[in-house]
């Protein structure tokens, strides 16, 4: 968590001081130009649209990577076991302090998820009370997010004025919703076996899903020219969780008795934004 909030300070503070160099640089008194350079360049009356703003809607394919077949104490194999549709929208803000260099920013609404499947070793001995043999969690998630991104758009590639572009950059983003379909074969304390279900469920526990996540974001895709302030955007992003773990099992409480262990799981997802900068 430390270093989430540290890597989210350094890109504030460095969005801040492109913006107040920006500033000081606007507002610095400039020589008036001679009729010579005027003429020479040809640009005395471009106006450079350094802010707009936008808004798109993306569906989304998502899913749950863990990072190894095991769980950490080596107690159960771990497998992701498909992929989940879902979608995200939200308002873009793009700030160029030069004409093909910017920032992108915004807020995301994002429902996303995932299928995991936790299955005891033979290491574990499955025939004692409150043992969970068997769980599989497909998770349905939403996340409030928060992109800060360097965005690089090309010139004008075509006459109708397409250009290309692409950026990099790290997105915070802020549990709002989890919810899950689950089945789980364990031995209640009794030492009988059990199985508990449930359907949309919501997910119950403390930090059962860590209430930030960072991700990385890159993206591509083109815009188009409706008019002369109107942009149809379209981009390919991929988004990759990286801190912290995605889920942590054994902190649930569910309907059945036992826990569950897990390995670092990444949320990944693929979204294909379509949208209007105005």
Known sequence: MTKTYFLLILCLGLLN?????????DNQPEAAPTRSHRKATGAHNIDINKLRFGAY?????????????????????VTSNGSKFGYTWGLMADYFFAPNYGISTGFN????????INKATSKLDT????????????????FLEIPLALKLRSDAI???????FGQIGLTLGINISR?????????????????????????????????????MNLGAGIEYPISQK??????????????PSAVA??????????????????????????????
């Open 127 to 142: 025939n004692v009370a409150n043992t969970v043999k068997y769980a599989n969690f497909d998770y349905t998630l939403q």
């Open 17 to 25: 001081t492109t913006f107040a160099q920006q500033y000081e640089n």
């Open 230 to 243: 109107l942009f149809f955007y379209f981009g390919l992003f991929f988004n990759n969780g990286f801190l």
């Open 109 to 116: 609404i994002s429902t996303c998820g995932g299928n995991l």
């Open 179 to 215: 919810k899950v379909d689950y089945t789980v074969n364990y031995n209640d304390a009794s030492n009988f076996p059990q199985v508990a279900s449930g359907n949309n469920e919501k997910l119950q526990g403390t930090l059962a899903v860590p209430p930030v996540m960072l991700q």
């Open 249 to 278: 099992p054994q902190n649930y409480t569910m309907d059945y008795t036992g826990s569950f262990t897990s390995t670092n799981t990444r949320l990944n997802s693929f979204t294909f934004r379509l949208g209007l900068f105005f």
């Open 158 to 164: 075509a006459s109708n004025g397409i250009s290309i």
């Open 57 to 77: 809607f993306a569906p989304s394919i998502s899913w749950m990577h863990p990072t190894s077949s095991k769980s950490d104490d080596g107690n159960y194999l």
